[in-house]
């Protein structure tokens, strides 16, 4: 079975910084763009950042300047810097395939999630 494997959060005070990791059971070559959703207590589940199979990004507004996301194919992973973290980053992060490229209907698969809390 396709697994998604997220790491990396936990507790930091504002201003600080977190690196997540997702490592996929596949080749992250088979899909066409990985990306990193968070979700906070009460609210939508949100697109945060998405890699392309060829290296392009996407990130949202509330982010853009502070979180990078990044890959390494050789070892199936991708990563999210998180810089001059706020307390309205708190959620819970979770790491999500893109479809196959050969299945472009796909909707993808999620990991299980990660926490991050940025609290004094």
């Known amino acids: 079975q396709l697994r998604l494997l997220e790491s990396g959060g936990g507790l930091v005070q504002p201003g600080g910084s977190l690196r997540l990791s997702c490592t996929v059971s596949?080749?992250?070559?088979?899909?066409?763009?990985m990306g990193w959703y968070r979700q906070a207590p009460g609210k939508q589940r949100d697109m945060v950042a998405t890699?392309?199979?060829?290296?392009?990004?996407n990130y949202a507004d509330s982010v853009k300047g502070r979180f990078t996301i990044s890959k390494d194919n050789a070892k199936n992973t991708v990563y999210l810097q998180m810089n001059n973290l706020s307390p309205e980053d708190t959620a819970v992060y979770y790491c999500?395939?893109?479809?196959?490229?050969?299945?472009?209907?796909?909707?993808?698969?999620w990991g299980q999630g990660t926490q991050v809390t940025v609290s004094s």
């Open positions: 999500k395939t893109g479809p196959r490229t050969w299945m472009p209907h796909d909707d993808g698969v």
């Open positions: 890699i392309t199979l060829t290296g392009t990004t």
């Open positions: 596949e080749t992250i070559f088979n899909f066409n763009a």
